[in-house]
């Protein structure tokens, strides 16, 4: 009998013969399982929340145009700034959750390549953080009035 330790909850159990499926084509909310940084490349470990699936890998080799496109691409899906990405430790990634558009590609040999296309944030923080940058800057009257309590119409406020 085996049992599962694991501290979360799958959303649906890998299939039973134990064998997983490639991640299919299309756009899919994933997390960052792992990220590994040397001097040649950024290595991120993508996971969907349906275990059925296997994690997406993205090599990400320094220096490449398409590389430093997609690097942008997740910052800008974690609603990093470039000096906000420049700071931030890559193991802090871990556990964050994007939207990636994924494509697949067969390989000279007949393996199935599942390629992370382009990230994306998610809609729901997207709109949230769009909706803070709607809202208009408080005046300091505003934020006097906002904290000060409660004065009736004759109340002299000395």
């Known amino acids: 009998m085996e049992f599962d330790y694991s501290t979360e909850e799958p959303q649906q159990a890998a299939p039973a013969s134990g064998d997983r499926v490639e991640l299919p084509e299309g756009v899919h909310e994933l997390q960052i399982k792992t990220v590994a940084e040397d001097q ?6 993508l996971a969907h929340e349906d275990r059925r699936y296997w994690w997406a890998k993205v090599s990400l080799k320094k220096g ?4 430093r496109v997609l690097v942008a691409q997740l910052a800008g899906a974690l ?3 470039e000096q906000d990405w420049a700071e931030t430790q890559m193991d802090d990634l871990t556990g964050r959750r994007v939207r990636a558009e994924i494509r697949h590609k067969a390989g000279n040999n007949g393996r199935l ?10 809609v729901e ?11 208009p800057a408080r005046t300091p009257a505003a934020k006097v009035k ?13």
């Open 40 to 45: 040649a490349q950024l290595v991120i470990e």
């Open 64 to 67: 490449q145009g398409w590389a």
């Open 79 to 81: 609603a990093l700034s």
């Open 113 to 122: 390549f599942v390629n992370v296309w382009k990230f994306m944030p998610i």
């Open 125 to 135: 923080l997207a709109e949230e953080a769009a909706e803070v940058a709607k809202r």
């Open 146 to 158: 906002a904290t000060a309590p409660a004065i009736g119409s004759d109340d002299i406020p000395f």
